[in-house]
């Protein structure tokens, strides 16, 4: 496991706030030389600390305005790779991931209107081999939290590094 250094943290905790924050504006932030900002990014980067940097869209404005979290149980028949591969299939799902308790996946989806989440939760995930049960949750707001303030809040990246 890569053990980060308080600089490290800083670094990550601005990068979660703004992936596309310049090297030199991260360096002015964080009272560090611009060489040793890249070189901390790039270690982080080689040790898989930092998987990758993705743009957010908001799929409201791309007419899909219903997020619906799919609770699915499967039979014991259906094998792990068919949980994690199959939803996929479905252009709607976004993210899928098995859990433990009653329920064996969650399932990520968008949708454009009301009988469009009905058409997927009943002619696509309901079709699915082995599911035995089903619910659906419509999600009305989300919010995303700092994972490095929240974790590491005492340390440099939870005060120097900027609590906005």
Known sequence: MYAP??????????MEEDARISVSELARRLDSPNSTIRDRIRNLQENGVILGYRTIIDPAKLG??????????????????DLRSEPVEFDEVTTVQLVTGETDELITVYASSVDHLKDIIYNKVGTLPGVTRSNTAIVLEEKQYSLIRRFFAGSKAGSKAGNK
């Not at 899909?64 to 790779?81: F, M, P, W, Y």
């Open 5 to 14: 250094d308080q600089l490290d943290l800083a670094i990550l905790a601005e």
């Open 64 to 81: 899909l305005g219903i997020k619906a979290i799919v609770h699915a149980t499967r039979d014991q028949t259906v094998s792990l790779e």
